[in-house]
């Protein structure tokens, strides 16, 4: 199995692409640009939905859904909005089709063209705040604090699975506040809530950090993102939040009358993180030999193989591998046995190891004789024998190790691939060998884009952990003077 | 806050939009026909999503997610498929906006013209189908069972909040078997599905049974469905099961290749649930109080009310109440304590009356001093005082009491709206007056047409269960043979 699939060495963005698709996460759709996501890949989905959705109501926030369509003189209201999103929007202008009258099929019905043309939410701000208007009349109604799971389109020209699809699934919140101070302070807790996520579910030792006013938000005051290091050593933006002063209070007309009988227009915030997230998870932790699942996303954590020759033994192995599914489903570990009757135990190990099972338990007919399992764990393939007894306590042990063990090594591999540069002749070698690079930095947009003219590189974030960056120094680019380092990096 | 709510008795469709809106469970967006759930909305759905998601993966179902839009040439490619589905759909015609030259916003950039319309998917069999055609090669690849939870869009021209609505959430089912029999009984079993969720959980004495031909789903060779009874008497179809034969197997060229060789075409069911139950929620238990939740799908089971005076009362009765919800959160009863300080203990009751909430617990300062509580039960209004020390326990047989009768008083009013009907004339009247009508039919399309264009009924289904109907006699309209009853009924 593992032979079917590109070395990572050889061509990264290859393995990436057969990783997704051999491992049965997703594929090409028929329609260009979207992906089919498929069970296998729905199921890690569903558990980072899961788990980030019982955060943000620990946080206040409710679930609401709002249109999939946006009236395109909303979508105008707010300038540097449309301009981030309109070169890539799908726009629906008909309601009907008909009968082809010259009997080739269908075409769209002419005589039911829209009034007004609508488009397909590439985000949801203007219609959210639309509907805030009548929700908001006082600061009572505040905060408000909303989010939805839904689909969003974005009319991309070069697509790649998870990474950038026309299509995708995401999360959106959207918060109204009464002052400046409490909405910086949610858009802080946000990504505060993703950082915690990416590294203690998804074991991604993210760098949480603000957005340079290049690469913010369109319509944001200040974006604050976590920015994760893949295998290639290319930055992956893994989930934004943004303070949105009151640019979409502004342009919708939203205000409250505060505690002092002033009318007042609303702060907002808004957040999102996006299916994305899955190609992150492939790309940060996966090997030659497939996907490598944290245990905490992975929707099996426990595979078990039986090795038989007759069917009495197969019999005798099934029924303890049923005892140990129990035992340890009761402990809160989901289970799966292999007892496809077509395939060897060897396909299915390698299948396994594919799709990036944490632990697989094999038992043969000496395990039964001697009441012990072989216990082989995805992310250092090493295999030991345990006995059958101890079993169910030293599975749980091995999940959260090999929990810690994956973000350990994508932490010591991130360490290993940053590091300071002041040297603008070193930086272009090096930023092109796959590292992070913390750089003094001018403060200027035309220092950001020269050196993305010249690199491609861009500044990820200006972090606000993971590095000490608050020094006196001279941007690399200019010689100017400044008062912090910046990450600089090429991202997906 | 009831005297802001319509009478029932007095119009019944402004009472229902009444307690959508101010229940706060959804309102109309401002894009025509689609619609905003609101968070207290939102949290009921995501419950039924909840309990009927579980509830398929018990059956084997995985879920996946297939894309938004559909080709227009697949679209046409099932005939009846395209007849069923052409004259209300959202089509997709371009994919940029651009400034509009005379400086007046923004337009369709008419250089971004999709080669091919996409369709907005009004549902997902034929993109599913064309997926399906690469996943299925052989007998080992069966069954195939798959479910997304996603957005659909018809483009209706008269709308009502979450009965028909142009956009609408829903779960659409889509599964793949090698034979007919197969199919057919996986078609049954996710109708029994969705019948045991209706009657469980929504607390509504649905009626199983097959649609007549006329109403079958387009592309079906038989259509299951639930029927519920509003308390208009009207019938409100609750979800579908449809057995689709070879049809979409044959449009979208997908074999198999059978244990014994042969190459064979697969067969497909598909059903689905949305938001329509929302609707029926409502419209089958609320009173002129609001909404009356079956503690099974309430977001909040148990409100609390404090009463005081002195800021030591309130504190001491806080703390009481704090008390009793980690007690009953401990017994997995949600528990809000609503201690909102502008407002009345009078206005706190009669809003969450509206919002159909099961219990209300009430403490005042004598209450504290006796060791009671007041207890309300919202499905009949009455108010009992219990003692603080058997609380927990009297909640959760009251909560259980509750379900039960909600179940119960649905199904006495249904039974008292069905009747056997034998006379033309006595149809035509009775069937105006908000019953089900349980008559013989000659089978044939022609009549069922003619009924329902004299008297806007229609065969609701044709019961597999909840009535015994198979007796001989004379159709009701045609006088001509029948062998069993179906049920007639006025329809939302």
């Given at each position: 199995m593992a032979d079917q699939i590109t070395k990572k060495e050889e061509n990264y963005s290859q393995w990436y692409n057969d990783l997704v698709v051999k491992a049965d996460l997703a594929e090409q759709s028929a329609v260009r640009g979207c992906m089919v996501i498929k069970p296998y890949g729905y199921a890690i989905w569903e558990k980072m939905q899961r788990a980030l959705d019982d955060m943000f109501k620990k946080t206040g926030v409710q679930n609401a859904y709002f249109p999939l369509f946006i009236p395109k003189s909303f979508f105008s209201r707010e300038a540097e909005h449309v301009a981030g999103f309109a070169k890539e929007c799908a726009v629906v202008t008909h309601h009907r089709l008909m009968n082809d009258p010259d009997g080739k099929g269908v075409i769209v019905d002419p005589s039911a063209k829209l009034e007004e043309e609508l488009i397909v939410?590439?985000?949801?701000e203007t219609i959210i705040w639309s509907t805030y208007k009548n929700w908001i009349k006082s600061w009572r109604d505040l905060p408000l604090l909303c989010n939805q799971w839904c689909n969003v389109v974005r009319w991309e020209m070069r697509t790649r699975l998870?990474?950038?699809?026309s299509e995708f699934l995401w999360q959106e919140g959207h918060t109204a506040h009464a002052t400046a101070e409490e909405a910086e302070a949610k858009a802080k807790e946000m990504v505060g809530v993703y950082a915690d996520f990416a590294r203690n579910w998804l074991a991604m030792p993210v760098i949480v950090g603000h957005k340079s006013p290049n690469e913010?938000?369109?319509?944001?005051l200040d974006t604050l993102t976590i920015e994760a290091m893949m295998q290639d050593g290319k930055a992956l933006q893994a989930g934004t939040s943004h303070f949105l002063g009151q640019n979409f209070a502004k342009s919708f007309d939203v205000q409250f009358a505060d505690k002092d009988g002033q009318l007042k227009y609303v702060w907002a915030t808004s957040w999102g993180v996006s299916t994305r997230l899955m190609g992150a998870l492939v790309m940060a932790h996966g090997d030659n030999n497939g996907l490598v699942l944290p245990p905490k996303i992975a929707p099996i954590q426990v595979v078990m193989v039986p090795i038989f020759k007759t069917e009495e033994e197969h019999s005798a192995i099934l029924e303890k591998m049923n005892n140990l599914k129990a035992d340890l489903e009761d402990k809160g570990v989901s289970v799966k046995i292999d007892d496809r009757d077509t395939l060897r135990p060897g396909f299915k190990f390698a299948e396994w190891e594919l799709k990036g099972v944490p632990v697989r338990l094999a038992i043969g007919p000496r395990d039964l004789q001697n009441g012990t399992v072989e216990v082989h764990r995805r992310d250092t393939l090493e295999k030991e024998t345990v006995s059958l007894d101890s079993l169910v306590p030293s599975i749980e042990v091995l999940l959260e190790a090999i929990q810690k063990n994956i973000y350990q090594k994508a932490f010591d591999f991130r360490q290993a691939h940053v590091e300071k540069c002041d040297s603008w002749d070193e930086f272009k070698e090096k930023i092109q060998t796959g590292k992070f690079l913390l750089c003094h930095w001018d403060g200027t947009t035309e220092t950001e884009q020269a050196i993305k003219d010249e690199t491609k590189a861009t500044i990820r974030c200006i972090p606000v952990d993971s590095f000490v960056c608050e020094e006196e120094g001279k941007c690399i680019y200019t010689g100017k003077p400044s008062h912090r380092r910046v990450v600089f990096a090429i991202s997906y």
């Open positions: 939410r590439p985000t949801s998870f990474l950038r699809t913010r938000f369109a319509g944001a």
